[in-house]
């Protein structure tokens, strides 16, 4: 351990500590610090590395005086909660889906090094989505991540519309000035497509996601298109709400309409889950009689029994990604917007 290392961990560490261990100016430290922008990308990296080892925290109020910034920003989940009995259902829906989860993850991850926090804002509701937007206008937070799955959902529009920085995890339902970062979801649906294919199932069906949301029609889309290839020309799809119990529900019709199927594709792994737990009930074993794959690679892949194969998606990497878009907007909001895509991968376990 160096000098200012030691010197830093017997007591709180200081904007002087982080410059020793960084081998920079105390000034070139507050620049990186205050998210000004001319600075190289490697020192800025070699700061940020050095908050980390010294374990510094920024004085937030000073920080705000120079900057006049919140030093926070806004983890806002939007219309995710679908069709519930009352707000509170909605929330806890939101906040067990292991989706959100892993997003949250992401931006924590992507804000620590550089001293700033989340605000987690769910708005299940019309007052509560007035809220985010008076909050936001207020100066509550920089700028806000937002995550929503509702087609319906207007808060992205209205956010651009004010001129709030706001970037988008996944492409918006309709054409708006929005940063976003999403999945070639297609992509991932053929790789499902084609294991399924591999394996020799003939009779596959689909569970899909909720027909609104343009992940869920790219994943069916992909899938269709893949198996035609394959030389299957239909593929039976029930749509499902992204939910365990959405799952069961379609699992069971779609047994009941095709009984000698032999291949399931969900459209993420909550729904997959579900579907395994009536096969199950109905004497059916996986995969011997019937591979299933979902989509994710979420905590339920691994809590199924036996471990779900599925379609990764790197969602602590692409919130990540979306936090570091959104910083980008916050100092510069004149900038142009911009879309990640990423890439999906096939993870192959006991299910298929």
């Known amino acids: 351990m160096s000098d200012a290392l030691r010197t830093a961990a017997s007591r709180p560490a200081t904007l002087e500590d982080v410059a020793r261990v960084a081998g920079v100016s105390r000034s070139t430290v507050s620049r990186v610090i205050n998210g000004i922008r001319n600075v190289d990308l490697e020192i800025q990296e070699t700061v940020r590395e050095a908050i980390a080892a010294t374990g510094y925290v920024p004085n937030s109020a000073a920080r705000s005086l120079v900057t006049r910034r919140a030093g926070s920003i806004a983890l806002v989940l939007s219309g995710v ?19 959100f989860g892993r ?43 937002l995550v929503s799955t509702d087609p319906d ?21 309709r054409p708006i000035p929005i940063s976003y970062v999403d999945l070639a979801n297609r992509d991932g649906a053929r790789l499902a497509a ?20 343009p992940a869920a029609q790219d994943r069916l889309t992909g899938f269709r298109e ?9 593929v039976p799809c029930v749509e499902g709400d992204f939910t365990q119990r959405g799952g069961e529900l379609a699992m069971e019709r779609l047994l009941a309409e095709n009984p000698g199927l032999d291949g399931v594709f969900a459209g993420n792994d909550l729904m997959a889950q579900g579907a395994m737990f009536v096969l199950h009930e109905q004497g059916r074993r996986i ?14 892949a691994l809590a199924s029994r036996p471990r779900l194969t599925t379609v990764r998606q ?39």
């Open 103 to 145: 997003a949250l993850s992401g931006v924590v991850g992507a804000l620590r090094p550089r001293g700033l926090h989340p605000l987690l804002m769910v708005a299940d509701t019309a007052a509560a989505r007035d809220q985010v937007v008076g909050h936001l206008k207020q100066g509550g937070a920089d700028g806000a991540v």
């Open 314 to 352: 790197p969602v602590e990497e692409m919130a990540a990604e979306l936090t570091r878009l959104l910083l980008d907007r916050v100092e510069n909001p004149a900038g142009p917007v911009t879309s990640v895509i990423f890439e999906p991968n096939l993870v192959v376990r006991q299910s298929a």
């Open 194 to 213: 084609d294991h399924l294919a591999a394996r020799g199932c003939r009779q596959v069906v689909m569970i899909g996601g909720p027909a609104g949301v």
């Open 153 to 173: 959902d207007p808060l992205p529009s209205r956010l651009v519309e004010v001129g709030l920085p706001v970037v988008l995890f996944a492409r918006p339902v």
């Open 226 to 234: 893949a198996m035609a290839r394959h030389g299957f020309p239909y």
């Open 287 to 300: 995969p011997d009689d019937v591979a299933v794959i979902g989509f994710d690679d979420s905590s339920a």
């Open 81 to 99: 909660a679908g069709e519930v009995e009352d707000e509170d259902s909605a929330r806890n829906r939101v906040l067990t889906d292991p989706f």
